[in-house]
């Protein structure tokens, strides 16, 4: 599971963000969505990885599979690209207007 963003597990969202949940209850409805997000990355990076190690391995016996299976590779930099980009907007849009409203400090 990916906790590179705003870290969070069901298991361990209470422990990380009690503040939050606590100031608006619609946090944890969310959270819900941005943790279907972090599946959805672990896939695409696991599939990133296949692919990318493929090549490797392709490359020394046939450099010509090795360029098609790039093209693969470069689509699924731009998927994870845009999900990230839409996932950490999103992150910005349920957790600051919170942090504002209820002037919640770090
Ligand atoms: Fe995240």
């Not at 010509?64 to 093209?71: G, L, S």
Request: glycine share 4%.
């Amino acid at each position: 599971m990916s906790e590179t963003c705003m870290g969070i597990t069901l298991r361990r969202r209470g422990r990380i963000f009690p503040e939050l949940s606590a100031a608006d209850p619609r946090f944890d409805l969310g959270l819900e969505i941005l943790e279907k997000d972090h599946q959805d990355l672990d896939q695409v990076l696991d599939r990133f990885s296949t692919v990318a190690n493929r090549i490797i391995q392709l490359i020394q016996i046939d450099e010509a599979a090795a360029r098609d299976e790039a093209q693969q590779l470069h689509d699924s930099s731009q998927a994870i690209q845009a999900l990230v980009a839409r996932h950490l907007s999103d992150e910005e849009e349920l957790a600051v207007p919170i942090i504002i409203r209820h002037k919640l400090r770090g």
